[in-house]
Nanobody, 125 residues
Framework: QVQLVESGGGLVQAGASLRLSCAAS????????MGWFRQAPGKEREFVAA????????YYADSVEGRFTIFRGNALNTVYLQMNSLQPEDTAVYYC??????????????????WGQGTQVTVSS
């Protein structure tokens, strides 16, 4: 089992930045990929970004590429999502998750086996 805890969400104005964190514990040696997804009210949960744990390759959704950055920190088993130039359409609950594969399939929700509880990001116009 892997436990994931997100933090860093909040209420900001359009154009602002936020950094989300996701701390993993448990069987972290099994983590191959970590990803961020988001779910807005009334919408499906959608892919945001993913990072291949060992070599730090990344994937991004088109809607966030150039504004968001996923990276590993110096602290063990922690992944971050730096979000710049936030817009109201970025408002959602953000979830981190782990997968044991890499490739385009990491953009699919069903590729992930462990999920955090989510953190709310609200961007006002």
């Amino acid at each position: 089992q892997v436990q994931l805890v997100e933090s860093g969400g909040g209420l900001v104005q359009a154009g602002a930045s936020l950094r989300l964190s996701c701390a993993a514990s448990g069987r972290t040696f099994s983590i191959y990929t970590m990803g961020w997804f988001r779910q807005a009210p009334g919408k499906e949960r959608e892919f945001v970004a993913a990072i291949r744990w060992a070599v730090r390759n990344t994937y991004y959704a088109d809607s966030v590429e150039g504004r968001f950055t996923i990276f590993r920190g110096n602290a063990l088993n922690t992944v971050y999502l730096q979000m710049n130039s936030l817009q109201p359409e970025d408002t959602a609950v953000y979830y981190c998750a782990t997968a044991q594969i890499w490739g385009p399939a990491v953009m699919r929700r069903d590729s992930y086996n462990y999920w955090g509880q989510g953190t709310q990001v609200t961007v006002s116009s």
